[in-house]
């Protein structure tokens, strides 16, 4: 534990330039005193509350130190509403009452420290860093939790998904062995051919799983080079395996020449093909995909579209969440780990990227990708 508070202090002193303190005080003499003690920091004001809520909503804010006593919205409505947007935003509340009540109510909401007025200027700026780090553990234990949650339901979707073709292969194994089928029976020979079916999805599920591993464990960084978009698209489209299942669909390429973009292929390249083999996967079983490149200028516009089963208005806003499927017919047996959107959506994003959908149940899903030409990291 030393060693994680060491780590965190060390990581705060580093990034102190990086900080933005609001400072709510209705005294403009206190919020001037308090900038110049916190000099170290980037420092805005608010008046108010209800000023200081305005300014917290545009984001940015690492943490705030707020008087009680303030006109419209006080010190302490101000924390309760703080905490109950962002739990981890560190809140400092400095009074020059000793109130226990005070005191208590400010604890109950989650109050990061206390200053008393007359302010000691040496106390606020060491009461700011600590507080800092303690955010910084905060959030760091509330991503150990988030990941170990995210691991349990992963290993319980893939104890899932890998355990009903094994049971088909099981039971029809032990039926054989046992004699129960006649060799020569035509229904074993169809049973045979669902068999193998399933023998084949489940490699299917090993080479998805292995695929997911080496792109999770290729890191943040983008490995960037040039790339011809009005090349790589076509091949991403016949090389779908989802071809094999929907022979009625016909796919539709209609690329504009455009110039070279500076993307991580491997990256960019798992991410388009995971929106094309849904767009085929979710097709009915006649139809057409249709995938069109358009130079826009100072970004590409990828468009893929189906005529699928679509999705429900109120699925749309899940369907970027990490294992989460459509299930038109509520089977429970979507192919696949819901993996795919998730990390589509954050490789695109890492490129400065936008990717959208819109979809109409039995109508079809239309999904448009955005790429700057010069492409980048998003820190």
Known sequence: MFQLTQNSDQALVQDKEQKTILIVDDEAVIRDLCMRALHDYHVVEAANGEEALQIFERGGIDAILTDVMM???DGLELLKRIKEKEPTMVVIIMTGYADKELILKALKADADDFITKPLNLLQLKSGVDKALVKKALKEEIANLKNLDRLKTNFLSLISHKFRTPITTISLFLQNLAAGVYDPCD???RQHTGLIYDEACYLGQLVSDLLSFSTVMDSGGALRLEPCDLSSLIPKLVTSSKEWNEKHGVTPQVQVEPSQEVMLD???FSFALQQVIDNAIKFSKKSGMVRVTLQDEGESNRIVIEDQGIGI??????KVFEKFYQVDANRTGQVRGFGLGLFYA????RMHGGSIGIESEPEVGTRVTITIPHKGHQDS
Do not use: H, M, N, S
């Open 345 to 348: 959506r954050e490789f695109i």
């Open 312 to 317: 429900a208005r109120d699925a749309l806003p």
């Open 265 to 267: 292929r491997e990256k």
């Open 186 to 188: 035509e229904t074993v």
């Open 71 to 73: 006109p419209r919205v």
